[in-house]
């Protein structure tokens, strides 16, 4: 076995968490009536909305994505309206199935494991509802399961030219800080995220971003629980309204970390690092994938995400690999998430706190574990991705 050493977790999140990170965070708790804490929280509000292209609010949750999920439902919602859900991989189905949980009606518009949002199908739809009976649409940007990108900017456009009132909605948990995202610009009303993926910090808090006609929705939700109402925490008259409680202190701590190393980077760098580190696990693949089972999921580069990489090898074969890189390599794949078999898929995480080296060092254990286990696939694709990265 090789595996000794300091161990590579690529899974699509939680993702690579910097020193920087866990240093910030490895302190004794502060104090969460005064102080220090207060002026750091104060200072996040503005760098969250940078990342998110916003001018709108921002409420913080001590939560994962799929409580960032009920929230943003709870805000704009009322039990027994309906909403739209693109699905495009899994995660969108779980996004519907929190809204069917919250007494919501949920019309699903399934497009697979392979495909981006059929933007017409979208507008057709919304064509269709003439009681403007759906409230929101509910899409995912990346999904980590299928890694493949919508282009919510068309879909904006689609349900503005049919004139459509529904708000839209983004999960951006897999994306932010890794594909481009303009939530202004494209016009998003609300975007949900969390932070071990782009944001580089340990799993526990997540954020809802919404803009003045979400919060105009807000006015006509009879009734949101105090502790996902977004209004107290996105304008808090006392410290503990941010968070409804105490204070999710040593994660304020490692994301004050996370967002100062992307403003030192600029967004526009970080958006430009993760394509140019895609494209070199990309070309690596259209090496593997002249011979043998190898294939990306998704075949058209401008749908793929910078983010997360999803492949088929069949079979069992993807479990396979996954059991000789980590146990062989010091190496962790991740799981064919939502997929049947799940034994014949395996994904790649790149996202965050990755750079060319760490790249590089994962197609070639990849590699390494293709050739140990005698399966099938075409040559040069380290050559291929050394390509990539010495022509930028």
């Not at 069917?100 to 059929?118: M, P, S, T």
């Amino acid at each position: 076995m090789l595996s000794q050493g300091r161990h590579y977790l690529a899974i699509p999140g939680p993702s690579v968490m910097p020193d920087r990170v866990l240093n910030a965070m490895h302190r004794a708790a502060p104090n969460i009536y005064r102080g220090e804490l207060i002026e750091l929280t104060a200072g996040l509000v503005p760098d969250l909305k940078a990342v998110a292209r916003s001018t709108g609010d921002v409420a913080i949750y001590i939560g994962n994505g799929h409580a960032a999920w009920e929230a943003a439902l709870a805000n704009v919602v009322n039990p027994g309206e309906k909403v739209l859900v693109l699905a495009t991989g899994r995660f969108g189905h779980g996004w519907a199935d929190m809204a069917r949980g919250l007494g919501i009606e949920v019309e699903v518009l399934d497009f697979g494991f392979q495909a981006a949002n059929d933007v017409a199908a979208v507008a057709a739809a919304l064509e269709a509802d003439k009681a403007r009976a759906i409230r929101a649409v509910l899409s995912v940007q990346v999904d980590t399961a299928s890694s493949v990108k919508n282009d919510l900017a068309a879909l904006r456009a689609a349900m503005d030219q049919v004139g459509h009132p529904a708000l839209l909605m983004a999960d951006c948990i897999a994306s932010l800080g890794c594909d481009r995202f303009e939530m202004d610009a494209w016009g998003v009303d609300v975007m949900v995220a969390a932070c071990q993926k782009g944001l580089m910090t340990p799993p526990g808090l997540c954020f809802v971003w919404f803009n003045a006609r979400a919060e105009a929705a807000r006015d006509r939700v009879a009734r949101v629980s105090r502790y996902w109402d977004w209004r107290p925490r996105a304008a808090p008259e006392a410290y503990w309204q941010y968070f409804d409680g105490t204070a999710p202190t040593h994660h304020l701590y490692g994301l004050r970390a996370a967002l100062d190393m992307i403003a030192e980077e600029g967004l526009e760098q970080v958006w430009a690092r993760h394509a140019t580190l895609a494209r070199t696990i990309w070309a690596a693949f259209d090496a593997w994938s002249v011979q043998g089972p190898l294939a990306l999921n998704i075949a058209d580069p401008g749908l793929r995400s910078n983010a997360v990489t999803s492949a088929h090898l069949g079979g069992d074969l993807g479990r396979r690999l996954q059991d000789w890189t980590e146990h062989q390599a010091g190496l962790t794949l991740g799981i064919g998430l939502g997929r049947e078999p799940e034994e014949g898929y395996f994904r790649i995480g790149h996202m965050g706190h990755v750079n060319a080296h760490m790249i590089l060092g994962v197609l070639a254990t990849i590699d390494a574990g293709l050739v140990a286990l005698q399966i099938p696939h075409g040559e040069g694709a380290l050559a291929a991705a050394v390509g990539v990265v010495a022509g930028q």
